[in-house]
């Protein structure tokens, strides 16, 4: 049978079926699809390919998912450091993007964070921004995988002046890129406390009409919960709850203050939780119990959060930080492993974007979203178990090729459809622009 690639590799890590490494094996690739998982030998007997691979050092995951980003802000990266979130809000990031943000910005700011997404083994992401027609029109074009946060906030903006205004050009994102196969949308109001009530209710009937997902930052901070408390008389998913937000479609980022009762309505509920570890961290936000989110089967996924946060966007160093994090918040060593994690960073995110059918895992039927990380490296070496590397051993550097949609966007750890030197050069560019408007302030 003639086939686009055949890629044959020493580890074959597919998520599905579950604690599962295949050695020796192939995959098979037709189009965009992967269409068989089998041994390299079988592969060899079955297949005739355009391109044949032979990675003897390397293992294949899938692309990892970026659950929870806002990619233009890679252009903030380090402005405002070692400060708690209000605090890095409003007297740093709002004053800046009211001074920066703009269509070329953001397509600017895009581009960054896709090539370092992609160098680090990054093949979809969730992303919440202003002008989020700007960045699916810049993933379309690179061939990135993403979900378009149709972005709403109480507040006027160069994107929008009115709640209405941002619904409706939303719903225009929504229309305009619904044929790509490569972006979703997914309605993206920014957090309890900068969205009001007829919004938000508005936004879970269009929702529902629209069948997309609804990406929102909940339960942050402590200062939000009291925050809502003075002025709602309840916590924030007590609100949410009762304006029919909380739902499966619902993807709720951080999650950091829980309690027992909220934990267990997100389970009857089938909310997914993002959790940005290296975030939440930072800026001193608090800690999202993981270990009793698995216990209590909850869907939860990986996130980097923006670069201008973290501060950078590197999911295989988050996969490391959000495992030994659970250990150390649980007091148990065994509450999260590495194919747990792994799971969190793919299919979990997969789900949690309602794109579980289709990415998250190598599965013949599945959409070719490829990784390939040499483990043939110092750092990695004695190797006794490929994945119990990668998760808490190797770095960004061993990705060396990045599929998605079957497409090479990374051969040997160059990128294909952006070019490095010139994202760097328009990168500094920004920063002397940026660096002297905030130096006055």
């Known amino acids: 049978m003639k086939i686009d690639t055949l890629i044959h590799a020493r580890w074959i890590i597919p998520v599905e079926p579950e604690n599962t490494v295949y050695e020796n094996y192939a995959l098979a690739i037709k189009n965009d699809k992967i269409i068989a998982l089998l041994s390299s030998d079988d592969a060899r007997k079955k297949f005739t390919s355009t391109e044949e691979l032979v990675l003897e050092h390397h ?21 405002a450091n070692d400060l708690p979130l209000m605090d890095w809000l409003n007297n740093h990031i709002w004053p800046a993007e009211k001074k920066w943000i703009d269509p070329q910005f953001v397509k600017d700011g895009t581009k960054l964070a896709i090539a370092e997404m992609l160098r680090s083994g990054t093949t979809c992401f969730n992303d919440m921004y202003f002008f989020p027609d700007s960045t699916a029109e810049i993933c379309a074009g690179v061939g990135m995988r993403a979900m378009i946060g149709l972005i709403i906030i109480d507040l006027p903006t160069l994107w929008a002046n009115s709640s209405d205004e941002y619904l409706a050009k939303g719903e ?33 009937v269009l929702a529902e009409e629209l069948d997309i997902q609804i990406h929102m930052h909940i339960h942050e901070t402590s200062d939000e919960i009291n925050q809502s408390i003075n002025q709602y008389g309840k916590r924030p998913l007590d609100r949410l709850s009762e304006l029919g937000l909380l739902s499966s479609r619902l993807i709720a980022v951080h999650m950091t203050q829980l309690e027992k009762n909220e934990i267990a309505k997100v389970r009857k509920l089938g909310v997914s939780i993002v959790h940005c570890p290296e975030s939440n961290l930072k800026l001193a936000s ?15 996924c990986i996130g980097t959060d923006g670069a201008a946060s973290n501060n950078d966007l590197d999911m295989l160093g988050e996969m490391r930080t959000a495992t030994l994090l659970a250990k150390g918040i649980a007091n148990d060593s065994t509450c999260s492993d590495v194919h747990k994690t792994l799971k969190m960073a793919t299919l979990n995110g997969a789900k949690a974007l ?77 920063q002397e622009k940026i660096k002297n408007n905030y130096s006055k302030n």
């Open 59 to 79: 293992a294949l995951i899938p692309g990892l998912i970026n659950a929870h980003t806002h990619a233009a802000m890679s252009l903030f990266r380090g402005i």
């Open 172 to 204: 225009y994102v929504h229309d305009s890129f619904r044929h790509n196969p490569l972006i979703s949308t997914a309605f993206a109001p920014h957090a309890p406390y900068t969205v009001s009530d007829d919004s938000l209710k508005r936004i879970a």
């Open 286 to 300: 608090g800690f999202c119990p993981v270990g009793e989110l698995h216990d209590n089967n909850i869907n939860v």
């Open 354 to 430: 309602g794109l579980s059918e289709s990415i998250g895992s190598l599965k013949k039927g599945k959409q070719a979203d490829i990784v390939a990380l040499n483990l043939n490296q110092l750092e990695t070496t004695p190797l006794y178990e490929p994945l119990s590397q990668i998760i808490y051993a190797s770095d960004r550097q061993q990705v060396s090729d990045v599929w998605i949609a079957g497409k090479r966007l990374l051969k040997d750890k160059k990128l294909i459809t952006l070019n490095s030197e010139e994202l760097i050069e328009n990168a500094k560019l920004w």
